[in-house]
DNA sequence: CGGCATCTTGAGTTGGGTCAATGGTCGTGG
DNA sequence: CCACGACCATTGACCCAACTCAAGATGCCG
């Protein structure tokens, strides 16, 4: 790939996303419903979704942080199957559609970014269902933490301290158990050393031993 | 849109598709790990796809029947992170991703309709995690039973009377149960009528009953 | 300091898993 | 054509992980 045509693409990957928002903590974005207008990139913050089924019942179906894209339900149907959620301040970056489609005939390269997006959003979907389908709590809060983790050193954070941004309750609500549970299951790994628990603050004790909690169940 | 231009869309589409190839039940079109090339349409026929857990657990993520279209999840990496095996005979059309991408370039329209397609996968995905996450075992069926119907039905099929592809244990990989539990509910839902089973023929009784099977559980 | 939301812990219940046995169905070969 | 075997589905009995309900504990903010 020339370096000129890169940087062209560069120079366009920064102009898709030259609309900024600041979002206080418990505001939304886009509701459930809403027509669709927009991709969202995380720049700052902490970002929930959360799909309303049919009956009253809702689930958070991802967290977002810095650096990762959400939205992507809308495009189906030109509306909003979720609802957006800052956990905390947030700065967002708005990504017009329109835009990424006309950039995209100019530059091949947007529009393989914009696939791949998805395909990694499908894919880390399926891990979800998988893990909600075949795992019981504790294989799946230890999912959940070595999960954060990996994003959290992906972006520059410690893998280790973290500071959780949503609530147990919802912890429960995207791992598809009660806040009690996963209260419980804190208490346990605490109590073994794994992690160390202090309200929102968590500190990953070892690493080996929770990745060794997934998948050494008796389910098969 | 000049009638001309659709007709030009429409043909373009078709090229996409204009390789075919036929796969007996039980075979595969790829496997976890294979390098990615092409999406696929199912003409005829039955298709699972399944994820494989790091550890050695398989769930299926997805039932695929004529007119839909799967291996999205082989965009992010290049590679795909689930296998694809047919559940009877079938015909599917091959769609290279690099072919796409060229049409797009020139028809805005196939970029939007695959942008489109990805986008309904993933609030497929969403449903099913949500299905997973709240719902109880009866609910689970009850729903599964309606998505079949309704798909049946789009594709002109009876919705009521259903041949299922797939066996008890496949239902379950994807429901997140046991062959057990599945088996109980169908049993359970024949005796309140609001299923007929036989086999793997069943018949839709009472659509409204599973209707309001769905939500109507002590869950909150 | 009080009030409110969140989190933790305990006790009892239950939906669905496990294990084990039985019953059907279908394809193959004698 | 029937009998055998393989595979799949169903049913029963028992058990346990996670839910429910209920009480406290903890922390946060005005």
Known sequence: MPAEAASDFIKKLDELVYVRRRLKAGNSLYHSGDRFQ??????????????????GRVQITGFYMAGEIFGFDGIATEEHMSTSVALEDSEICIIPLDRVKNFSREFSQVQNHFFKLMSREIVRDHTIMMLLGSMQGEERIAAFMLNLSQRFYARGYSPFNIVLRMKREEIGSYLGMKVETVSRIFTKFQDQKLLSVHQKNIRILDVEGLRKRIGQHPSK
Chains 1, 2 share one sequence.
């Open 38 to 55: 927009a991709l969202y990139a995380v720049k700052t913050g902490f970002i929930k979704t959360e799909s309303l089924h049919d009956d």
